[in-house]
């Protein structure tokens, strides 16, 4: 479905409608970014501050109907990202859909160099998700919540 509306006229009910997930049983991926007229996808290297009203309601909607939300560690780390969590009407939501209360947070990360002060990382609903090469001996807060992708199934 196509939204023809003016996009001020866009609630987040009409973006529910949208982004709901289709009947099928088959895994659906999403994803989303933003970039600037000019093609940036930063600024000062963060891209929070590229989107307007808009743009952080569809962000927000998307990660409300989400399962599991997959980010860089590093653009994580630099954007204050914390481990998800949502208000009373979203975890409602959720739960009448049969989800989690909240979606997961995927941390990639090829170096597993996240700080051992970054709060997320220990969070429950958060997994650090890195490749064969990563580093066999992490020294920062990913030393619990590495997992391997041939391990995350």
Do not use: W
């Amino acid at each position: 479905m196509f939204l023809i509306e003016k996009a001020t006229d866009v609630t987040g009910d009409d973006l529910l409608d949208v982004f709901s997930f289709p009947s099928s049983t088959a895994p659906t991926v999403r994803a989303t970014m933003i970039a600037s007229v000019d093609g940036a996808a930063t600024v000062a290297r963060r891209s929070g501050m590229l989107g307007g009203d808009g743009d952080h309601l569809i962000f927000h909607t998307m990660r409300l109907l989400a399962d599991a939300v997959v980010v860089g560690a590093r653009t994580a780390i630099l954007e204050g990202y914390r481990a998800p969590s949502l208000d009373s009407d979203g975890t409602r939501r959720r739960r009448l859909a049969g989800q989690a209360p909240t979606p997961t947070l995927v941390l990639t990360s090829r170096t597993l160099d996240i700080p051992s002060d970054y709060g997320p990382a220990s969070a429950s609903n958060v997994v650090v998700a890195t490749c064969t090469s990563a580093p066999r001996r992490p020294t920062t807060a990913t030393h619990r919540r590495r997992r391997h992708p041939d391990r995350l199934r």
